[in-house]
């Protein structure tokens, strides 16, 4: 999702070509690996609400994690807010 809205955003933001040229193409990022159940987080630090740096892999560790990239201008992302919430109710 998040490398389908980088093209996107990408190919929005881009300037518009000067001549009748044909549009540039986008470039899909390397592949990333997929995780599968199971194995170890991949390293990833992110700043907490004070902004502290926060290790996902250490803070989380013998955990299950869901990670849910959204933004608040995405309709479908708004829409399945609440059903989320409510998986994270019934977590504890």
Avoid: Y
Avoid at 45 to 71: Q, T
């Amino acid at each position: 999702l998040a490398a389908g809205l980088g093209l996107w955003a990408g190919n929005r933001l881009a300037p518009e070509p000067a001549t009748e040229a044909a549009a540039p193409v986008a470039v899909s990022p390397p592949a990333l690996p997929m995780l599968r159940p199971g194995d170890p987080l991949p390293a990833l630090v992110l700043a907490d609400a004070e902004g502290h740096a926060l290790d996902i892999r250490e803070r989380f560790k013998g955990h299950p994690l869901l990670v849910n990239v959204w933004a608040s201008w995405c309709g479908p992302c708004v829409e399945e807010m609440p059903e989320l919430a409510r998986f994270a109710e019934g977590q504890g």
